[in-house]
């Protein structure tokens, strides 16, 4: 740090992503990517005459991804936003609705962005502990006074919230923004996009990075009333109003014209999920019902940290947490089914021989 830091950021503990090694080749489980490539439409969409145009700077409104994005869920182009990542949606709706002592409020264990820009917003962030099977209890956050910021999935557990509940948290905070963060819904769970027609408060946060195959693109958006949706613009506008190039336009754009791709693409994730849970749970291990790309799984006697150091050095990367109720878990990544093969693999090996699994 210089001493030229203004000092209102000197204590932030920034967000650790996940590991990107570049030294060796990983079976890489650890920053839910997706395994499959985006659709062939997105490939043919980068051509040399795009890169070409990258002499121009891109449409700052991002007037064909919106219109697609728009007509992909039904609704208006005024309803939908487009940021450099759904991150930048986050920090966007944090300086919005919770900076500088206005509150905010999470769960305890969740996306590790949302205390780091509450941080950074000096929001007043209140955190609601998940019950003891790591649900969300909706009446912690009925009359929040504050934003409410929820991701469902849930993240690191992978479990989810039907609508019908998500409502009631809306219906008990008509004054506060509820931001629903989405990143995996696609892999079974029910997004709350259809409620957003009904509800002023509610900002719907979605990413291309995880159901389809574009993390490297950097593109997130989100789906709310046109107030909510002219409040992040007047934002985005005030920072980096062409944070999104013209290559990820286009891919996003191109990925929007193949949903069936995409679908098939969710569909087999989830069944690798299925099959590798039932696969961890032979050998012992608890593995909660996901219903994201990922496995929240403890194996018995064996600390989430051991079990990454094991896996890594069998050439796996998964991700451990260190908070006193996840430090005995890993998240997994879904990956391919030989992937996940190995995986189990390499658990087996890991709890040796004789650890017979107790009986569930
Ligand atoms: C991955 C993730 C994001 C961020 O996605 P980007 O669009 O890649 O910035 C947001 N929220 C949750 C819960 C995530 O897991």
């Not at 969300?136 to 509940?165: H, K, Q, R, W």
């Not at 929240?296 to 451990?320: C, H, M, N, Q």
């Amino acid at each position: 740090m210089s001493r030229y830091l203004d000092r209102a950021y000197a204590g932030l503990d920034a967000y650790t992503p996940g590991e990107q090694p570049q030294d060796r080749t990983y079976i890489k489980l650890n920053t839910n990517e997706s395994p499959y490539p985006p659709a062939p439409a997105v490939l043919r969409a980068i051509d040399a005459a795009s890169v070409a145009d990258l002499r121009l700077y891109p449409d700052p409104a991002c007037t064909a991804l919106t219109a697609a994005l728009a007509e992909t869920y039904g609704v208006q182009p005024e309803n939908v936003f487009v940021a450099n990542g759904s991150d930048d949606i986050l920090n966007f709706a944090f300086t919005a609705y919770g900076a500088n002592g206005r509150r905010v409020c999470f769960p305890d264990i969740s996306y590790g962005f949302y205390p780091v820009y509450a941080a950074l917003h000096h929001s007043e962030a209140v955190t609601r502990p998940l019950r003891e099977d790591f649900s969300i209890d909706p009446a912690d956050y009925f009359e929040a006074g504050g934003m409410v910021c929820i991701a469902n999935p849930n993240a690191p557990t992978g479990l989810s919230l039907p609508p019908d509940v998500i409502e009631d948290i809306l219906r008990h905070n008509p004054d506060q923004v509820v931001l629903i963060d989405e990143a995996y819904v696609d892999f079974g769970a029910t997004s709350v996009v259809p409620l957003t027609a009904c509800y002023e408060n509610l900002l719907v946060v979605q990413t291309f990075s995880k159901s389809r195959s574009l993390a490297g693109g950097r593109l997130g958006y989100a789906i709310g009333c046109a107030d909510l949706i002219a409040d992040l613009m007047r934002l985005k506008f005030s920072t980096n109003p062409y944070a999104i190039n013209r290559l990820s336009l286009l891919a996003a754009t191109a990925a929007l014209s193949d949903p069936a791709y995409y679908r098939e693409n969710c569909a087999r994730i989830a069944q690798t999920r299925e099959k590798t849970a039932a696969a961890l749970r032979t050998l012992g291990l608890t593995v909660l019902p996901s219903k994201a790309n990922f496995l929240f799984a403890s194996a018995p006697g064996v600390d989430g940290e051991t079990l990454y150091l094991g896996l890594k050095a069998r050439g796996i990367l998964v991700r451990y947490f260190s908070k006193p109720r996840t430090r005995d878990f890993v998240r997994i990544t879904i990956g391919t089914p030989e992937e996940m093969e190995a995986l189990t693999a390499a658990v087996r090996d890991i709890l040796g021989p004789g650890e017979t699994p107790p009986t569930a």
